[in-house]
């Protein structure tokens, strides 16, 4: 079956920078939507990153509004892997990020729209 593996998570200051990376097993992230979410302690999970290729194999990004400027999302098809680049990081950030593919349509940021799901890596961001 699917799996979702997430890695590069940890401890860092406000200002700092991370790259998280999400490892997809028996599933073709070519030409399929995936994303990225985080959740912090008592809040419910959103949505952080998107992407998808649309008309001319032309890839689309979707942000969270709080970190678009700061983090960047890419894929390897080669090494099925989808990065998050988060730079710029703020004590806000810190969150459980999680991989999310398998998409049946609507809003990219809907959780309820995605099949598959990695465990999570934590990202913590100290004053």
């Known amino acids: 079956q699917v799996q979702l593996v997430e890695s590069g998570g940890g401890s860092v200051q406000a200002g700092g920078s991370l790259r998280v990376s999400c490892v997809a097993s028996?599933?073709?992230?070519?030409?399929?939507?995936m994303a990225w979410f985080r959740q912090a302690p008592g809040k419910a999970r959103e949505g952080v990153a998107g992407?998808?290729?649309?008309?001319?194999?032309?890839?689309?990004?979707d942000y969270n509004d709080s970190v678009k400027g700061r983090f960047t999302i890419s894929q390897e098809i080669a090494e099925k892997t989808l990065y998050l680049q988060l730079n710029s990081l703020k004590p806000d950030d810190t969150a459980i990020y999680y991989c999310?593919?398998?998409?049946?349509?609507?809003?990219?940021?809907?959780?309820?729209?995605?099949?598959?799901w990695g465990q999570g890596t934590q990202v913590t961001v100290s004053s």
């Open positions: 992407i998808y290729t649309g008309g001319r194999q032309r890839l689309y990004y």
């Open positions: 028996k599933y073709t992230i070519k030409d399929n939507r």
């Open positions: 999310a593919a398998g998409a049946s349509g609507g809003r990219w940021d809907d959780v309820s729209q995605y099949k598959y």
